[in-house]
């Protein structure tokens, strides 16, 4: 029987916003944890620090998730350090606005490459040890862009999210066989880098808007997703797969106008 104690978790894009809320959970539930950067090894390193100062274990490791070689490379580094990968929480993504007007091929293009093909590139580099093991757990960071209900300009990055929400699905079926869940956790709005912008007015002004179209009345934290990851991710959650979890605080009924 698998124990927190014997997992061995790789969070991409893991040093700021949800991706370190995450590493920071799973690494408190036991597990061994890989914190994935891009650019902010500064962020990573302090995390990394902290959980090792907590009696935890963990190591940062830079890769472009858009890089499959790269992802290769990290997960090889992982391995060789803890062990096979037994988690992979693609939580690494980029959001840019856009609207038909203001499209720009070359900016969503990148954008297509993190958060869409990031999920291909690291599920093939962790699945071969998986599947050795017939044990696997992989959660998808997707959104409520990718259901349809979305704040303006997000017509773009919620197509990226939504290839991630099916390929969640067809994943799932191709590694079920081999033991290996894979969900999705859609999260509503987060008050992380990526959502706060440059004024801060504008910003509490749109987080307080959103708040009131919650049912729960407020925005959520980065700990309200990596409480759902971390349920997916458990060593007990080995019958359910293919599920798309929406944490929203309730507000699926909103459509940002
Ligand atoms: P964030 O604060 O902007 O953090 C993004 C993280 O992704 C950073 O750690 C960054 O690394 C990493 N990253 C970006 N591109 C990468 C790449 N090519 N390779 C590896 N790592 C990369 O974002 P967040 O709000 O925490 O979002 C996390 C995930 O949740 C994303 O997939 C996002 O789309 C999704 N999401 C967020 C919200 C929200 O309201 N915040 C809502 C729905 C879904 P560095 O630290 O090195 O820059």
């Given at each position: ?92 993504g980029?959001s840019h606005q856009a609207t ?8 969503l293009?990148?954008m297509r490459?993190?958060n869409a ?25 997707t959104s409520i862009a990718a259901l349809g209900t979305a704040l303006p300009g997000n017509a773009f990055y919620a197509a990226t999210k939504a290839e991630a929400q099916i ?19 859609a ?68 459509l940002g106008?």
């Amino acid at each position: 029987m698998a124990t927190w104690r014997d997992q061995v978790a790789l969070v991409t894009g893991g040093g700021r916003g949800i991706g370190r809320a995450i590493a920071r959970r799973l690494a408190r539930e036991g597990a061994s944890v890989c914190v994935n950067y891009l650019a902010r090894a500064d962020a990573a390193e302090s995390l990394v620090a902290d959980i090792n100062a907590n009696g935890g274990r963990a190591i940062a490791v830079a890769a472009d998730v858009a890089d499959d070689a790269a992802v290769e490379g990290m997960v090889d580094r992982v391995a060789a350090t803890f062990g096979g990968v037994t988690i992979l929480v693609n939580n690494a993504g980029v959001s840019h606005q856009a609207t038909l007007e203001s499209y720009d091929q070359e900016k969503l293009q990148r954008m297509r490459q993190v958060n869409a093909d990031g999920v291909i590139h690291t599920t093939r580099a962790v699945m071969t040890d998986m599947r050795r093991q017939k044990y696997g757990r992989i959660v998808n960071i997707t959104s409520i862009a990718a259901l349809g209900t979305a704040l303006p300009g997000n017509a773009f990055y919620a197509a990226t999210k939504a290839e991630a929400q099916i390929l969640t699905l067809r994943f799932a079926m191709e590694l079920g066989p081999f033991g290996i869940t894979v969900n999705a956790v859609a999260p509503g709005f987060i008050q992380t880098d990526m959502t706060h912008g440059t004024d801060e007015n504008a910003w509490k002004e749109r987080a307080q808007k959103l708040a009131s179209a919650a049912m729960l009345g407020r925005v959520g934290e980065p700990d309200d997703i990596a409480n759902a990851v971390a349920f997916f991710a458990s060593p007990d959650s080995g019958w359910i797969t293919a599920q798309v979890l929406a944490v929203d605080g309730g507000r699926m009924d909103y459509l940002g106008r």
